[in-house]
């Protein structure tokens, strides 16, 4: 039921993970594969929604009928994101960005030494908390939280300090669940504490039951 629950609204979704280059043949990434923002881009588009999905480092083919952008690093996204964020009514950051990067990128490839090496890290900027500090009115945002420990204590900070509506808390220690897997297994967590706790479901069916809660909250910020 429900097929086009979102015909008319603009969702922006992140997949994927960032790549921070330390020279031209070497980077850090994490195990992200991006079929948890592909999951949520597909499902918005069978809902009616126009959907952009700006794509980090990814795995196997992209949804179709959606704007696809490339990009590599976490201020990379952050430009993109920031670009669509003023139109989008829903915005899902399902992808799992650096937190720190390199404080240099060399032009050419680092040499072996005698010594050992250091990289030194930079913090990166959150791109969640800052589409959260400048929010319009009516605007539905989703964070993910990946944890390995205390999910419910870290997703709720997560939730209140970066401004989202909603919160999708996986426990990427469980088997079948989080990074890289045909499936997931997520606790929704809103604002007032409610909880949605889902068992272990194709990301598709994640996908679904996670826009069905937001298209809820964007009607009834327009009822309000
Ligand atoms: O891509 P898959 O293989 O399908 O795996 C799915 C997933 C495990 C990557 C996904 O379900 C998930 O949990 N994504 C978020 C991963 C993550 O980076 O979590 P976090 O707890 O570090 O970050 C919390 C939130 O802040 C996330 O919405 C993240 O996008 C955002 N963030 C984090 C750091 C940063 N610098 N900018 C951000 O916007």
Do not use: W
């Not at 929604?49 to 196997?60: D, H, K, M, Q």
Request: net charge neutral.
């Amino acid at each position: 039921g429900g097929a086009q629950l979102l015909a008319g609204r603009k969702v922006l979704i992140t997949a994927g993970g960032t790549v921070e280059r330390i020279d031209p043949v070497r980077f850090l990434t994490n195990d992200s594969s991006g079929r948890m923002g592909f999951a949520i881009a597909e499902t918005a588009r069978r809902m009616g929604a126009e959907v952009t999905l700006v794509a980090g480092r990814t795995e196997g083919p992209l949804p179709g009928g959606v704007n696809v952008i490339r990009v590599q690093s976490a201020q990379d996204m952050l430009e993109a994101v920031l670009a669509e964020a003023g139109s989008s009514d829903i915005i899902v950051k399902a992808a799992a960005v650096a937190d720190y990067r390199p404080a240099m990128k060399a032009d050419q490839k680092i040499k072996k030494s005698e010594h050992t090496m250091t990289l030194e890290l930079v913090k990166n900027p959150d791109i969640l908390q800052t589409l959260g500090s400048r929010k319009k009115d009516g605007q539905v945002l989703v964070g993910f939280a990946a944890e390995t420990e205390r999910l419910e204590e870290h997703a709720m900070d997560k939730l209140v300090r970066k401004n989202c509506d909603l919160l999708v808390a996986n426990d990427v220690s469980k088997p079948g669940s989080g990074f890289g897997t045909e499936t997931n297994e997520v606790r929704i967590f809103d604002r007032n504490g409610n909880v949605e706790a889902l068992p272990l479901l194709h990301k598709l069916e994640v996908a679904e039951r996670l826009l069905e809660l937001a298209a809820a909250r964007l009607r009834r910020s327009e009822a309000a």
